[in-house]
């Protein structure tokens, strides 16, 4: 083997390796999840209620079970851990997305196409990989499972993308938007799989619980506290971080956040529920029948998970700036398309641009607090998810969409 061929090689591995190794210290210095995940964990190895043991921890009690483990660790050790679980997770979501964009029927792919495909992305999705490592969140863990879930699927391989989707749901929720997605594409077998398993992780921290001789009844807690009212956009005053999810805070970057923001202050403010289920059900009506109409092209799953990212983005109760590493599948998929297909090509690099900076160049260090926080209260972040959108509902509903044409 030529040092070229070497540096080809294995150059990229020993950046990934330096860079890893540089940003640690930073990753180590604010411990938020590795407080709040083991603390839940901890709970449910006592058998105690989630909602009086870890009042903070809103997320569903069977991602509590597996973060059990690392209640009984010190804390430089659980950080290393999950420091390491997180990159190769980070890893792992990049080579999903790279393998399902090149199932679009885009033509063969040559090495310097993919050398700009893989720099694009990292580029465009830097600041949220990032985001994650800063607040230690789970989110890249998620959206892995949920590229593998994808990817499964694309193989065809029912049993097992019903099962891994349905695990991304049990940990996240919001990954739930895929079961009514099998339906559409007819991959019945798959859809039941994901109800059995979805039902039956959901409900292990209150088996272990029973095992224990105690009864915090987790899950009925859960949709009965957290999740049930968040749907129904009933108050909640007994949970402390109820508040920054209702009202006009501009750390909320999903529809509820939006709305509340464009409507604080004014006539509409006491009709926002109204305004936002309009939107909401608008939307989701817009996704139906956009997957709808590409059930039949297995070449366009990358497309519909990346429709279903967004809409895991914008239709959470919460959306933090650290869950918009769900763009990653969708920035892949429309810089794809605009490498590879000449008659989309200005669209996709004006809808990629337009995103990046709205998502990207207008909050960051170099733009300055002021920046961000404007761009955070005239709701850009959600602007930079659903330019991303129409560009691809565009794509699915042209006669002849460049994603299909082959």
């Known amino acids: 083997m030529t040092g070229n061929a070497a540096l080809r090689r294995y150059g990229p591995w020993a950046a990934l390796l330096i860079a890893a190794a540089a940003y640690y210290p930073r990753f180590a210095k604010d ?54 679980i997180s990159i190769a997770a980070t890893v792992g979501c990049f080579a999903l997305s790279e393998k399902l964009v090149r199932r679009l029927p885009l033509g063969q792919w040559c090495e310097t196409e993919l050398v700009w495909l893989r720099v694009a992305a990292i580029i465009a999705s830097s600041k949220f990989v990032l985001a994650v490592y800063e607040y230690q969140a789970y989110d890249i863990l998620a ?5 593998a879930g994808l990817w499964a699927l694309a193989e065809r391989r029912a049993l097992l993308s019903g099962a891994v989707l349905a695990l991304a749901t049990a940990i996240k929720a919001t990954p739930l938007v895929f079961l009514p997605y099998l339906v559409v594409k007819r991959r019945y077998l798959a859809a039941a799989v994901f ?25 009925q807690t859960w949709l009965g506290q957290i999740a049930g009212p968040a749907l ?62 590409s059930a039949r092209r297995d070449g366009l799953i990358a497309v519909d998970g990346s429709i279903l990212a967004i809409s895991m983005l914008v239709l959470s109760p919460m959306t933090s700036r650290y869950h918009y590493i769900l763009l990653l599948l969708p920035y892949m998929t429309v810089i794809a398309i605009a490498i590879k297909e000449p008659r989309l090509r200005i669209a996709a690099s004006l809808a990629a641009g337009a995103s990046f900076v709205m998502a990207t160049a ?16 005239h709701n850009f972040l959600i602007y930079s998810a659903l330019v991303l959108f129409v560009f691809l509902a565009w794509c699915i509903l042209r006669r002849e969409p460049a994603a299909a044409a082959a």
């Open 143 to 147: 959206l892995l499972i949920v590229l």
């Open 195 to 219: 109800v059995v398993v979805l039902v039956v992780l959901s409900l292990l921290p209150d088996g272990y619980a029973a095992l224990k001789g105690t009864h915090p009844h987790y899950l």
């Open 31 to 84: 411990t938020v999840g590795m407080i709040v995940y083991p603390q839940a964990g901890g709970c449910v190895l006592q058998g105690a209620s989630l909602r009086t043991c870890a009042e903070p921890f809103s997320y569903p009690p069977a991602f509590a079970l597996p973060m059990a483990p690392f209640a009984l660790m010190p804390m430089g050790a659980r950080v290393a851990v999950w420091y390491v």
């Open 232 to 293: 129904a956009h009933r108050s909640n005053d007994t949970v402390s971080f109820w508040d920054a999810w209702m009202g006009a805070n501009n750390l909320n970057h999903s529809f509820r956040g939006m709305v509340a923001r464009l409507v604080a202050g004014t006539s509409a403010q006491s009709h926002a529920e109204q305004i936002l289920r309009a939107i909401s059900a608008v939307y989701i009506a817009a996704v139906g029948l956009l997957l709808l109409r």
């Open 362 to 377: 207008m909050s960051n260090d170099l733009s300055g607090q002021w920046l961000t926080e404007w761009s955070y209260a």
